[in-house]
């Protein structure tokens, strides 16, 4: 694979992967039941509504579970792979199984990053700027909030000492590692196919 063709598909995977972490953002926000008014909230909904919007009217939403959204983010993901696996001279057609079990996992995964990052983020502002009304602060705080909410439900008053985070991280890598982990061994991904899919995963 020549040079020229690697910084393609590293050029692709990585303007896809931005768009893919927003529509995942999106159903995300509704699972969470996140405020629509905040000005990220707008954003997000702004940049997925062109393919998202048709998608809708196929299949609306059952409550807070977006279908038509997680359904963009899978066709993204295999689109992604796709292309990539195409540039680096292999046949998408002979991998359809795999690519659809890939996407799938794939998407897991970033929806897995999407928490344990907002919680790093929801962590570092509750020490710098706990009483913060940055727009980013609040949409943090809301996607971190039903994630955390049963851990504090559980363990007993420190003082004020919030040590959830601490328990969701744990649960987040627990996922992570062996049961995503796992699937994605059993999966078939080895060789030259893991280094073009692995970016995603």
Do not use: H
Request: hydrophobic share 60%; proline share 6%; with cysteine.
């Amino acid at each position: 694979m020549s040079g020229l063709t690697s910084a393609l598909i590293y050029i692709i995977q990585t303007l896809g992967g931005l768009y893919l972490l927003v529509v995942l953002l999106r159903f995300i926000l509704q699972l969470v039941q996140a405020d629509f008014y905040n000005p990220l909230s707008q954003f997000i909904l702004s940049a997925t509504q062109p393919l998202a919007g048709p998608l809708r009217r196929i299949i609306p939403s059952l409550g807070r579970f977006d279908g038509a959204s997680l359904l963009l983010s899978v066709l993204v993901q295999l689109l992604l792979m796709s292309v990539s696996l195409w540039l680096a001279g292999f046949n998408p057609l002979g991998f359809v199984g795999l690519l659809l079990i890939w996407s799938l996992l794939a998407v897991v995964s970033l929806f897995l990053k999407v928490f344990f990052y907002a919680l790093i983020i929801s962590v570092i502002i509750s020490w710098v700027a706990p009483a913060s009304r940055n727009p980013a602060a609040q949409l943090v705080g809301q996607i971190c909030w039903p994630l955390l909410a049963p851990f504090r439900r559980l363990l007993p008053n420190l003082g004020g000492l919030d040590i959830s985070p601490i328990f969701a991280f744990i649960a987040i890598n627990l996922i992570d590692r062996f049961i995503l982990g796992a699937l994605l061994q059993e999966s078939g991904l080895v060789g030259s196919l893991k280094a073009i899919v692995s970016p995603f995963l």
